[in-house]
C-alpha cells in the first residue's frame, strides 16, 4: 500500500495534487523568472490570465495564492502578481534542501523496498529516459520529478511527503525557466 501515497499519481496521493494542473498550468505562464523578475503575472482580479488560460477567475486567484505562499509569485495588493526573482542563494538553499529530504526518504524507504518498488522505479525512469529523447522538455521535467516522487511515497512519512510537495513545486518552476526564457 506504500506507493499509493504522496507522489503515486495513481494512488490516494493524488488529493495532494488536487490542483496541481491549474497550478503546473500557471507556472508555465508567468514568466522566466531567471531573465525577467518583477515581471507582472496578471492584475489584483485575474481575468487576463484567466482568459489565456481559458479558466474562470477563481482557480487562478487560488493558484496565485499558492504560488505566493511558495514565494514564486509576489502579491502585490491592488497592483498584482509578479513574478519572484530567482537568487543564486534560491538555488543553492533549494538544492541543499533536496539533498537533506531525499537522503533522509532514503533512508526510510531502503527497508521498505522491493520488487515492487524496482518495477516502479525502471517504470518512471524509462520514462524520463523516453521524454528525453523526444526533446520534451516540459515533460521531462516531470518525469524527473515523478522519479523522485517515488523515494518519498515509499518512505510513508507525511510530513516528509508533505515538505517534497513544496520544494517540488520550487523545482519544477527552476527547471522550467530556461524553457520559458526561449
Partial sequence: DLPNRAGDRRGRGSHQRKD????????????????????????????ALADRLEVSRGPVREALRQL???????????????VAKLTLRDVEEIFSMRTVLESFAFKLAWPRRGVRFFDDLRERHLRLLETIDAGDFAEAIEAELHLHDLVYAWSDHTILQQSWAVLRNKLQFYFAAPQRAH
Fill in 20 to 47: 496541481s494542473a491549474s497550478n503546473r498550468q500557471q507556472r508555465d505562464h508567468i514568466g522566466p523568472f531567471g531573465d525577467e523578475p518583477d515581471q507582472r503575472v496578471d492584475g489584483p482580479h485575474g481575468p
Fill in 68 to 82: 505566493a505562499t511558495e514565494n514564486l509569485v509576489r502579491a502585490i495588493p491592488y497592483r498584482g502578481s509578479f
